[in-house]
């Protein structure tokens, strides 16, 4: 097994005493995509870098290709030499150039190194100095500088929470070539869906220090374990399961005892009448690619719907339909 993580926990005795990590366990094939998802305090930040070695754990272990990963309070140095760690919070050295900073830890061939600065599109910036690059060309800068160690396992903790639009794109297309140019595994933490769903292989979900689910990106995404973790993933809507029985097919996905999780786009809405119940539009919020309804029903309460096209206006009386 490429990565084993075993039994970590971790407890935070500064403020509160509570596990920020409580038992977590799992394990990263060779070649895979894994994402970590859960809101701010879950863990996901102490359980990275418990992994690339750049924090002790209270009990457990990380086998890093059979081997043990030893902790910072183990050795001189924290760090693995095959785990590359690229916290949020990144610095680079002040007063040096890019091609300075580079080149102190390279240990690629010159064509080599070449390559990979033009796949972390830096190559235009080696002669400027760290204080004139952008924050998004610093965050590819402090990206090559890892690369260039030839790790085998690169770990990002929100790599996109301060890129506007334009360097978010140009960051996952430097991660889609690095993955096609170097043999990495990767495990990454982000708090959008939409930087997860269609990046991993799997995904694992964090509550309160717990590893709550593991799954595909469907799987989680359609049937997620509570509601914790159907909200990390986008909007939703809870239908009673008797209501949804009348016109669907098992097997229906319970929220709980009593209701069932449906997205937005699962729902469909129309001024004829059928074998639905009926709402009033309250709301209708433009998104560019979708429309977002609320909706006001005498079922159910409120509920949000997802269409791409619409003619209806706020007021207008509409009929719900399930489309799971």
Known sequence: MFLQVEQISK????????WILNDISFEQKQHQKMALSG??????????????????????????????VKGPDEQLLPGHKGIAYLSQHFELWNNYTVAEILDYNNQLEKKEAATLFTICRIEHL??????????????RVALARLLITRPQLLILDEPFSNLDYEYKQI??????????????????ASHDPMDILPWADTILVLENG???????????YYSPVNNYCAGLFGDFNLIP??????????????????????RPHQIKLSKH???????????????????MFVVRTNLVGNIKVMEQHTTLQPGDEVFVTFIV
Do not use: H
């Open 11 to 18: 407890r935070y005795k500064l403020q509160d005493d509570y």
């Open 39 to 68: 809101a701010s305090g879950a863990g996901k930040t102490t359980l990275l870098k418990i992994i690339a070695a750049w924090e002790q754990s209270d009990s457990g272990k990380v086998l890093f290709k059979g081997n043990r």
């Open 126 to 139: 080696l002669q400027r100095k760290t204080n004139e690059v952008s924050g998004g060309e610093r965050q």
């Open 171 to 188: 960051l996952k297309t430097v991660l889609a070539e690095i993955a096609q140019y170097q043999e990495l595994n990767f495990i990454m």
């Open 210 to 220: 717990q590893l709550i689910q593991q799954g595909t990106p469907k799987e989680i």
């Open 241 to 262: 399961a008797t209501l949804l029985a009348k016109t669907l097919q098992p097997p229906i996905t319970l929220a709980d005892d009593n209701n069932c999780m449906i």
């Open 273 to 291: 009448a059928d074998d639905t119940f009926t709402g009033i539009v309250q709301e209708i919020q433009f998104f560019g690619s979708y429309y």
